[in-house]
Each structure stands twice: as C-alpha cells, then as structure tokens.
C-alpha cells in the first residue's frame, strides 16, 4: 500500500505563533490531497483540500501543495489553544479507490 | 442533518462472537471507507465502496472480515469470529463523487474481551 508519512510530534508552538505541518506521500500519481484535524476521542474532521500546485487559504490555514517533491503542508496562523490536535495528512491515490492516511502530528499549542 | 451515522457507538463482545456494525453515509454520497484506528498502526483503510460496488479491499483481513452495502443508505462491517487484537475505533466516512472530500461518522469503539 502506498505510504503518507508524518512527524509524529508533538508539535509545540506558543499561543499566536504559526504552526507548520508537513506529509510526503509516495503515489507521485495522487491527485488529491487532505487534511483532518482529530481530537481526543473523537472521529477526524476535515479541514482542508487541495488538488493543485500552490497554496490554497481559509481562514487561518493555508494547504501547500508541492507535486513533484510530493510534499503536502499545513500552516495554521494565529495559533489557539483550541488547535491542540492530532492533524492528519490524507492522500487519494492514483486510481481513486484508496485514501491513505499518515498517522498524524500531534500539535500542541500553549497559552 | 448532514452527517454519516455509525451503530453502535461502544460494543463490547467475547472473544469469538460475531460482530456486525453499521454505518449509514450522508444521502447522496456514493462512496463509502471503512477504516480500523488504533494507536500503534493509526488509520488503516479496510475497505472502499463507490456506487455499492466494492472496489478496494485489500487492507481487510479476508479470513474473518466482510464488508457489503445491501443499499445505498447502508453498510456493514463484520467480524466473525472476532479476536482480542480486532479491539480498535472503527470509522466509516462517505463522500460525494470520487476524488472529494470524505465525512466521518463517529465511530464505533469495539473492545473483545
């Protein structure tokens, strides 16, 4: 099966910083790409898509897409306690029958 | 109220006994994921559905697992004969059309004891 990998963490950055999280996947055809946010006993919860090159903003997250280093990232601006999760990478593979999730970064954001 | 919905919530069952669970996608989506999470392996896919129709499998356990969508407002999940190391939350999450996002249920947190 194809792999996402992710720095299990923690991630631990001070309240108003911005935190970076970043996946590779190996499947170079993949061509969709997500990320969750998934807290303590609860199920993921999506935050995030991204299908092209580049950077795409919502709020205070921003997805970057990078396909030929086959490198996705997340920045999350601003950050709130209330971003203390386990954020996951996501990634749809070429033939569209398999989302495959990294095991995920633990974030934790201090007040 | 938009939302995948996942029965039961808790199951505990013996070692042994069949385990049948439940997920209902959002009306409308026509594809379906089952997936295991633990916290040694994280989220395992188990099985993928567009339009009814399994279309990947390969990370389900063949021997004891069975996944099937008798209609589109309905999937199943089975185990039988269960064993302690099938103890994980178990997700089902449905999406539009291929290729878009997925929406997870609950999850149902089985334990065999």
């Known amino acids: 099966q194809k792999e996402v990998e992710q720095n299990s963490g923690p991630l631990s950055v001070p309240e108003g910083a911005i935190a970076s999280l970043n996946c590779t996947y190996s499947?170079?055809?993949?061509?969709?790409f997500f990320w969750y946010r998934q807290y303590s006993g609860k199920s993921p919860e999506l935050i995030m898509s991204?299908?092209?090159?580049g950077d795409k903003e919502d709020g205070r997250f921003t997805a970057q897409l990078n396909k030929a280093s086959q490198y996705v990232s997340l920045l999350i601006r601003d950050s709130q306690p209330s971003d203390s999760a386990t954020y996951l990478c996501?990634?749809?593979?070429?033939?569209?029958?398999?989302?495959?999730f990294g095991k995920g970064t633990t974030l934790s954001v201090s007040s | 109220d938009a939302r995948v919905t996942q029965t039961p919530r808790h199951k505990v069952t013996e070692m042994g006994q069949e385990v049948t669970m439940r997920c209902q996608p959002i009306?409308?989506?026509?594809?379906v994921f089952w997936y295991r999470q633990t916290m040694m392996q994280g989220l395992e896919l188990l099985a993928y559905?567009?339009?009814?129709?399994?279309?990947?499998d390969s990370g389900m356990p063949k021997d004891r697992f069975s996944a099937e969508m008798p209609d589109a407002t309905l999937a199943t999940l089975k185990i039988q004969p269960s064993e302690p190391r099938d103890s994980a939350v178990y997700f089902c999450?449905?999406?539009?059309?291929?290729?878009?996002?997925?929406?997870f249920g609950q999850g149902t947190r089985l334990t065999v004891v």
């Open positions: 999450a449905s999406g539009l059309e291929a290729g878009a996002e997925a929406f």
């Open positions: 499947d170079r055809g993949s061509q969709s």
């Open positions: 991204i299908y092209s090159n």
């Open positions: 996501a990634v749809l593979n070429q033939a569209g029958t398999a989302l495959i």
């Open positions: 009306l409308g989506h026509n594809t």
């Open positions: 559905f567009r339009n009814r129709a399994p279309l990947d």
